[in-house]
């Protein structure tokens, strides 16, 4: 039997030996021990820490942040740039995404592998992500009516949206009126034809993940008039009271609303847009 490629091995792992022995801490050398965060250390992607403390070594090792991703996964990120002193070690946090606001940690693990775990509980911090603003899809937005007609149909065929608060219709079945985009909710009545009609529009999103409303605008909204002519705003006031359409937002919160009334010889659209704003690589449902 031919042990040369045995023997080769063994060859190879001793040759290694003396490195992992020199990469051990020598007996009594003390722990790296966190002491403070720099105060005008910036905790978030591509900003700038420092840690102070003691027994940090002359020779550079390596600054970590602890953080969990909003599935609730742990990670580790070295920090990069790194500039080092036995009392400080300062560094620059990678651009982490997928993760919420919340508190994290720091671990500094010194040139021969102490790590500052051993010493004491870790320093703590506020992470705040990147954040990201997106107009929420149509299809993700829910709508509820009330009607003074009981005449209403309040049934757009698929059993989710009622038809008077129409998410996947409404102006896109005209030729004329405000913009069709950027819109992810509208509402299109024309129950009142021949009698008149009022009624409140209810409108929500379902967020989560720290995903909030930022803002409700791009408000806008107009009629038709039986013979097909277009309006806008405050311009219809034959055979009634004028038509309109209101927003109502209270500026904060995934609720809003839009009341509306039509006159006998109109009916009424409005359109509006809704943007969303939360953390970075996360989803918002």
């Known amino acids: 039997m031919n042990s040369s490629p045995i023997i080769a091995l063994f060859a190879v792992l001793a040759s290694l030996a003396p490195c992992s022995a020199l990469a051990a801490c ?161 509402g299109d009545h024309h129950s009142g034809l021949g009698g008149g009609n009022t009624g409140t529009d209810n409108f929500s999103v379902n967020l989560r993940n720290t995903w909030t409303v930022q803002s409700v605008s791009s408000f806008g909204w107009g009629a038709f008039s039986e013979d097909g002519s277009w309006y806008t705003q405050n311009a219809i006031s034959q055979n009634g009271p004028k038509s309109w359409a209101n927003l109502s937002y209270s500026g904060s919160g995934d609720k809003w609303s839009v009341g509306w009334s039509q006159n006998s010889c109109v009916y009424v659209e409005y359109t509006g847009v809704v943007t969303i704003t939360g953390p970075m690589g996360v989803p918002y449902q």
């Open 26 to 186: 020598p007996p009594g050398t003390p722990y790296p021990i966190e002491q403070s965060i720099f105060p005008f250390s910036v905790i978030r992607p591509n900003g700038g820490v420092i840690i102070t403390g003691l027994n940090f070594g002359a020779t550079p090792g390596e600054l970590r942040i602890h953080v969990v991703d909003f599935r609730g996964t742990g990670l580790d990120y070295p920090l990069d740039h790194l500039q080092w002193g036995d009392t400080f070690a300062a560094g620059v946090i990678q651009n982490i995404q997928s993760v919420i606001a919340q508190n994290v940690t720091f671990e500094l693990i010194n040139a021969c592998g102490s790590s500052s775990k051993v010493a004491g509980p870790p320093l703590q911090a506020f992470f705040t992500p990147t954040t990201d603003v997106t107009a929420i899809p149509a299809k993700d937005v829910s709508c509820m009516m009330t009607s003074n007609n009981t005449g209403d149909k309040c049934d757009d065929g698929i059993g989710k949206i009622p038809s008077e608060c129409d998410l996947f219709g409404g102006l896109a079945d005209y030729g004329t009126g405000p913009p069709l985009s950027p819109i992810n909710f509208w």
